[in-house]
């Protein structure tokens, strides 16, 4: 049974760019949330997805956007980075509405 | 509004020694609490959690944990500290909501295990 995945593990952009990060939930879960983990800091809550649309954010700006497909997973998107998010993204799985939450391994984001 | 304070930055232990790591938290409500280990480059994975009943939880890797309401706590032990268990721990509220939830994270502490 696999857990969480996210794709890809690492990934390098500059300043401006816009970013997709990538999440399939553990099989039978129908929840997504993401959460950002800056350098020596704990997780941050981003937003939670089910039944394809947003259920909750945290304080995070419109530069940050996601989407949930039919199939459950889920994408992360990161319009006109900036250098302070440059953070391990972590995808986390459950099932609505008060399951644990899973993690998946992260995706490392470097903004140059 | 809810937030999770783990007073210790640093622990080390030694090998063989019994571990205890603080976890304090704020919520209005009953809370959900998590304890989960990082370690370094790798993901959260889930130690151990508590929803209601019994305030003393067993987890994973011989790990517990005990809730304790009045004192807002949730302490983190193991009796016997593995080289392997050097790595990060992270206390977690969960806000449960009808639309959704989220977890609150302390800022986690730092295990390091000496032989």
């Known amino acids: 049974d696999a857990g969480v995945t996210q794709s890809p593990t690492h990934l390098i952009k500059t300043r401006g760019q816009q970013v997709t990060l990538r999440c399939s939930p553990k099989s039978g879960h129908d929840t997504v949330s993401w959460y950002q983990q800056a350098l020596g800091q704990g997780p941050q809550f981003i937003f939670q997805?089910?039944?394809?649309?947003?259920?909750q954010r945290g304080n995070f700006p419109d530069r940050f956007s996601g989407h949930q497909f039919p199939n459950y997973s889920s994408e992360l998107n990161v319009n006109a980075l900036l250098l302070g998010d440059s953070a391990l993204y972590l995808c986390?799985?459950?099932?609505?509405?008060?399951?644990?939450?899973?993690f998946g391994p992260g995706t490392r984001l470097l903004v140059l | 509004a809810q937030s999770v304070t783990q007073p210790d930055i640093h622990i080390t232990v030694s090998e063989g020694a019994s571990l205890e790591l603080r976890c304090n938290y704020s919520y209005g409500a009953t809370p959900y609490l998590f304890w989960y280990v990082q370690s370094p480059g790798q993901g959260l994975q889930l130690l151990l959690k508590y929803f209601s009943g019994d305030t003393l939880v067993q987890g994973i890797k011989g790990f517990e944990a005990e809730f304790k309401r009045s004192q807002s706590s949730f302490n983190l032990r193991k009796p016997s500290v593995h080289w392997s268990d050097a790595a990060e721990y992270f206390c977690?509220?969960?806000?449960?909501?009808?639309?959704?939830?989220?977890?609150?994270f302390g800022a986690g502490t730092i295990l390091r295990v000496k032989s």
């Open positions: 977690a509220v969960g806000k449960y909501m009808e639309y959704g939830n989220k977890l609150v």
């Open positions: 997805y089910y039944e394809e649309e947003e259920r």
């Open positions: 986390a799985s459950s099932s609505f509405p008060k399951e644990t939450q899973y």
